[in-house]
């Protein structure tokens, strides 16, 4: 099985106007998409496309409307001219838990059928309910872990950061351990630091049953701490911006405009 848990912390650092800084320990489920059947038959805690103490819904995620992932992202990958030829596609997202549910970011990592990363989707989602996803990638060839990715933002997230500006992506590889962080720059500035890192446990019933018991229900925590630094924010008198809409594409395909237009 290559799927797994990571345990570790959420941090974030925002550097203007005024500096606010936080760290939390979360958990995420890595999953492989051709392994989710078999453990929901072996792990007694983890649902599939069922309730439960956690759960994992294709509903959540992708296309949002239940079908299955395995050909929606396929055919996004098609689109952007990458084509992994039967390799695994896995993702790291909260899953659902105790019925609750949300997912500020999750990130699908898609393999070339030699094993080789030659994309990684991050779906990102807001505090007013929308959706977008960034493809990340060099064109179909692969692509290496220490290499900075970049995406302009047309997405709007927090209440507290203006629309537009640019991310800067790192992935480490998900083996023993994790970690992404994800620059973002406004108005040719950095503004903001955020992460997520964590150690790889093993997905089973007592890793499950233990993580429960600790954390609770993830996205209801995640929910309750977001929210909380919102609060924080807004008592600093950090300007806040209205949601201008949603972009016109649910998916930004090419990355490689953000260098093009530099």
Same mark, same amino acid.
């Given at each position: 099985? !290559?799927?797994?848990?990571?345990?570790?912390?959420?941090?974030?650092?925002?550097? +203007?106007?005024?500096?606010?800084?936080?760290?939390?320990?979360?958990?995420?489920?890595?999953?492989?998409? @051709? !392994?989710?059947?078999?453990? %929901?038959?072996?792990?007694? +805690?983890?649902?599939?496309?069922?309730?439960?103490?956690?759960?994992?819904?294709?509903?959540?995620?992708?296309?949002?409307?239940?079908?299955?992932?395995?050909?929606?992202?396929?055919?996004?990958?098609?689109? @952007?001219?990458?084509?992994?030829?039967?390799?695994?596609?896995?993702?790291?997202?909260?899953?659902?838990?105790?019925?609750?549910?949300?997912?500020? /970011?999750?990130?699908?990592?898609?393999?070339? @059928?030699?094993?080789?990363?030659?994309?990684?989707? %991050?779906?990102?989602h807001n505090t007013f309910g929308g959706q977008h996803n960034y493809l990340l990638h060099r064109g179909g060839e692969p692509m290496g872990f220490s290499e900075d990715l970049f /995406?302009?933002?047309? &997405?709007?997230?927090?209440?507290?950061?203006?629309?537009?500006?640019?991310?800067?992506?790192? &992935?480490?590889?998900?083996?023993?351990?994790?970690?992404?962080?994800?620059?973002?720059?406004?108005?040719?500035?950095?503004?903001? $630091?955020?992460? $997520?890192?964590?150690?790889?446990?093993?997905?089973?019933? /007592?890793?499950?049953?233990?993580?429960?018991?600790?954390?609770?229900p993830m996205p209801l925590r995640a929910w309750l701490l977001i929210h909380f630094q919102a609060i924080r924010l807004a008592l600093k008198r950090v300007r806040f911006y209205s949601?201008?809409?949603?972009?016109?594409?649910?998916?930004?395909?090419?990355?490689?405009? %953000?260098?093009?237009?530099?």
């Amino acid at each position: 099985m !290559e799927s797994r848990i990571f345990e570790g912390n959420v941090v974030h650092e925002r550097s +203007r106007p005024v500096v606010n800084r936080f760290r939390y320990r979360v958990y995420l489920l890595y999953l492989d998409l @051709a !392994e989710l059947d078999g453990l %929901a038959g072996s792990v007694r +805690r983890f649902h599939y496309n069922h309730p439960g103490w956690i759960s994992f819904y294709d509903r959540d995620h992708g296309p949002r409307d239940g079908s299955p992932l395995r050909p929606w992202i396929d055919d996004l990958l098609n689109r @952007a001219g990458i084509h992994l030829e039967g390799g695994p596609i896995r993702i790291m997202s909260f899953p659902r838990s105790m019925g609750f549910r949300f997912f500020p /970011a999750s990130f699908w990592y898609c393999h070339g @059928a030699d094993g080789e990363l030659l994309a990684v989707l %991050a779906e990102v989602h807001n505090t007013f309910g929308g959706q977008h996803n960034y493809l990340l990638h060099r064109g179909g060839e692969p692509m290496g872990f220490s290499e900075d990715l970049f /995406a302009y933002k047309v &997405f709007h997230v927090s209440p507290f950061i203006p629309l537009g500006g640019r991310y800067r992506f790192r &992935f480490t590889p998900p083996d023993n351990a994790v970690s992404v962080s994800i620059h973002e720059n406004v108005e040719g500035e950095p503004l903001l $630091v955020a992460g $997520v890192s964590g150690k790889a446990r093993p997905l089973d019933d /007592a890793t499950l049953r233990e993580l429960t018991w600790r954390y609770g229900p993830m996205p209801l925590r995640a929910w309750l701490l977001i929210h909380f630094q919102a609060i924080r924010l807004a008592l600093k008198r950090v300007r806040f911006y209205s949601d201008p809409g949603m972009p016109e594409e649910e998916t930004t395909l090419d990355p490689q405009d %953000a260098l093009r237009r530099d």
